[in-house]
Every structure is written in C-alpha cells, then in structure tokens.
C-alpha cells in the first residue's frame, strides 16, 4: 500500500499564505516527480507546480512568483507555500507523485493521488 497525505489547507484572506504538505508513505522504493494539483468547481484538474527528484520546479504561470513548492526526499514529503492568495486561488488542492512501490519481489511504478485539501481564499 502506497497513500499521500495532504494538510494545510484552510481559510485565508487575500493577500494571505498558507502551506500545503503531503507526506507519502507506505511501500516505497523511491519518488520521481512530486506536484500539486488544483480543482475549482466547475473547472478542469490543472498543474499548480512541480518538482522532480533533483529538485528542479516548474510552476503554471498563474502562480508564479507567488508560490514555492519544494520536498523533503529524506521524509517522501513534497510542500507548497502559498503567498499573496488571491480569491482565485481558491480551489481544492491535490498532491500528485510518481512513485516506484516494492512489494515482496515485485517492483512497480504508478501514479498516486492524495484526497485533496480545500484552499478557500476570501476577498
């Protein structure tokens, strides 16, 4: 078994911060790319940011300069701090990682998701 675990979420003024972890555990051999998903109702799925074991990032242009995401390999956490929110930002959260599973002799890549963390940013 393989899950991520976000928290961090919550209410914020705009203009505020927060900070968003996720914290994956289970049967893990290593991580490759960590990232951070948003949903707003009515909306598609898209990337927020994104971080490759190496640590290299990449970020949607809407949240550029405003965000930083960053992972702890040595705790398989991967975090988003979030400044200057703005009432658009508000959505639900969802951590993202490629993760390499061993169980017993079988080795196995997939794709996880976290349950999702409710950002709400009020004007």
């Known amino acids: 078994q393989v899950q991520l675990v976000e928290s961090g979420g919550g209410l914020v003024q705009a203009g505020g911060s927060l900070r968003l972890s996720c914290a994956a555990s289970g049967n893990i051999r290593s991580i490759n790319d960590m990232g951070w998903y948003r949903q707003a109702p009515g909306k598609q799925r898209e990337l927020v940011a994104a971080?490759?074991?190496?640590?290299?990032?990449n970020y949607a242009a809407s949240v550029k300069g405003r965000f930083t995401i960053s992972r702890d390999n040595a705790k398989n956490t991967v975090y988003l701090q979030m400044n200057k929110l703005k009432p658009e930002d508000t959505a639900n959260y969802y951590c993202?990682?490629?993760?390499?599973?061993?169980?017993?002799?079988?080795?196995?890549?997939?794709?996880?998701w976290g349950q999702g963390t409710q950002v709400t940013v009020s004007s």
């Open positions: 993202n990682a490629d993760i390499i599973g061993v169980w017993g002799m079988t080795v196995k890549r997939d794709d996880y």
């Open positions: 971080i490759t074991s190496g640590g290299s990032t």
